[in-house]
């Protein structure tokens, strides 16, 4: 048998190693298919742990996932100050994180949020965002810097940055009337944390209290010191995170903000991506 087999090897040589070729590139591909699906949960639950529901205007799940949570991408819509507080008084909400995206520093994503960030935020497994240089940012131009932001543009303490309108890389229209300083610097996460520039909320208010559909209003100029009497209360949020006292309520209250009256907002479960690719 051997030996006739050898024979039908030799007489069909290329038809074989085509066949073996073939077996192994299947095996290679399932073996790297199933490589990138672990990488991707890994890389998902290291990012973001501890938030029961992602919150943001109606859109896709998989956009709003992208820029609340990966900072790729813009919202199609913001979300209103008074459906964010409403929803965050629902009795089965015990905390929320809101956010506000939309400006950026040398290609760098500038996010607006408040003290809630630094206490409920997690990533990798319960891990609580730390400093490694500085305090959380108090003063409504204060500033706190990811890792790789510091690193990169070799920033420290008491710097000054100065934000521009939009999210790209170059941009032509800068806050200069009114700069941030950096108070404090966070430890290396690996995740988009390293890549983001934190700000208060009411800052993003103050460096648009003078402008109008992305635009600064001609002839209108208010100073930084004159900003600050002001009532700089948010008037929208990109999106915010939720947690919940019972993740038994996560369905019911997801079904509350996806079917909410006043405006059309979308909650997506913290695994949704994971459940419904498979990984």
Known sequence: MLILAMKSFRNRKFTTLLTILSIALSVTLLLGVERIRKEAKASFANTISGTDL????RSGPVQLLLYSVFRIGNATNNISWESYQEIARNPNVQWTIPISLGDS???????GTNAAYFEHFRFGGERRLEMSAGRVFDD????VL???VARSLGYRLNDSIIIAHGAGKVSFIEHTDKPFKVVGILKHTGT???RTIHVRLEGIEAIHIDWKDGAPVPGQSISAAQVLTMDLSPRTVTAFFVGLKSRIA???VQRFINTYPKEPLLAILRGWRCRNYGI
């Open 146 to 148: 990811g890792a790789e």
């Open 192 to 194: 988009p944390v390293d």
């Open 140 to 143: 409504v131009f204060d500033a």
């Open 250 to 252: 996560a369905f019911g």
């Open 105 to 111: 520093h040398q290609g760098y994503r500038v996010m």
């Open 54 to 57: 992602i919150v943001g205007a």
